[in-house]
């Protein structure tokens, strides 16, 4: 049963560190593209990072970059985002996604985890 779980969200203040992390199970990394998503309230989902199954291929938003890092650990199964100098427009909920790199239309979501950043 493939399964992405989200946790390491909370609240925390303007300027803090978030690290944010996603367990897979079910499939094998080793072949998928991943990335963490947001949506904040009331508007749509947002792509903020992604990471291509090579490694060596990555995405960021533009309200991100130089501030958010995505990372994988495929030993463990896990897809990290580490978030730094967080603002308070980065209240959301942060969605973890894996896309299968050549099977198309093959997509896995997480439920998501709160990040509510307070100024």
């Known amino acids: 049963q493939v399964q992405l779980v989200e946790s390491g969200g909370g609240l925390v203040q303007a300027g803090d560190s978030l690290s944010v992390s996603c367990a897979t199970s079910g499939f094998t990394l080793d072949d998928y593209g991943v990335g963490w998503f947001r949506q904040a309230l009331g508007k749509k989902r947002e792509g903020v990072a992604c990471l291509s199954s090579s490694e060596d291929s990555t995405y960021y938003a533009d309200s991100v970059k130089g501030r958010f890092t995505i990372s994988v650990d495929k030993a463990e199964n896990t897809v990290y985002l580490q978030m730094n100098s967080l603002k308070p427009e980065d209240t959301a909920v942060y969605y973890c996604?894996?896309?299968?790199?050549?099977?198309?239309?093959?997509?896995?979501w997480g439920r998501g985890t709160q990040v509510t950043v307070s100024s």
């Open positions: 996604h894996a896309e299968h790199q050549v099977i198309t239309m093959t997509e896995f």
